[in-house]
């Protein structure tokens, strides 16, 4: 059985009986998945966001793109980033943190 089979198999099992699944079994799972994040990316990843880095990230978006489910464009919330730049903020923290 390839190891794509051996995930979906895993993950089918784990999913519809839960309970009837040890942890050992998904770590025996697991070590078959490479870890594609690096110990010093992680450390990245996991540090908070500056205000400045959402900008940037915003900036590097196409501002004419089509507006997302709210309605707002890139270029609406960069015109505005001086008020509520704080708040996208705390909205990425708060998904980056949970």
Not at 11 to 32: D, M, W
Not at 47 to 65: A, I, N, R, T, W
Request: proline share 3%.
């Amino acid at each position: 059985m390839g190891m794509a089979n051996l995930g979906v198999s895993h993950f089918q099992y784990l999913f519809k009986a839960p309970a009837q699944t040890s942890i050992g079994e998904v770590v025996k799972v697991a070590l078959f998945f490479l870890r594609f994040v690096d110990e010093s990316d992680n450390r990245t990843l996991l540090k908070e966001c500056s205000q400045e880095e959402v900008k940037d990230v915003l900036h590097s978006l196409g501002g004419d793109k089509s507006p997302g489910p709210d309605g707002w464009t890139v270029e609406f919330l960069l015109g505005l980033f001086d008020i509520i730049g704080g708040d996208i903020l705390k909205v990425v923290e708060d998904s980056r943190s949970t």
